[in-house]
């Protein structure tokens, strides 16, 4: 059974940067399209990024321009470079991998940017 496990949240000031990273641990066959997802206190959990198999992006409005989802198949990692962060991108970030298998999940990580 295979898992996702991110790393690389924390507290940043505004304008600041931060990597996310998730990493594929066991067997999940024949990923599709793996994205990140964010939930802030209050709020319904959101699309940030999505990447296919083939490599083609897509990012919600909010951070376009500011944040590059990037996938290293050999590594089985899939990485959220942020950068420009503001107070508004606080949130516990999600990824997810849709595979023929159904549907996976990560375990959250925090990212917190102060003003």
């Known amino acids: 059974q295979g898992q996702l496990v991110e790393s690389g949240g924390g507290l940043v000031q505004a304008g600041g940067s931060l990597r996310l990273s998730c990493a594929v641990s066991g067997s999940i066959f024949s990923i599709r399209a793996m994205g990140w997802y964010r939930q802030a206190p209050g709020k319904q959990r959101e699309l940030v990024a999505v990447?296919?198999?083939?490599?083609?992006?897509n990012y919600a409005d909010s951070v376009k321009g500011r944040f590059t989802i990037s996938r290293d198949n050999t590594k089985n990692t899939m990485y959220l470079q942020m950068n420009s962060l503001k107070p508004e991108d606080t949130a516990v970030y999600y990824c997810?991998?849709?595979?023929?298998?159904?549907?996976?999940w990560g375990q959250g990580t925090q990212v917190t940017v102060s003003s």
């Open positions: 997810h991998a849709d595979s023929p298998g159904g549907d996976y």
């Open positions: 990447i296919n198999r083939g490599g083609s992006t």
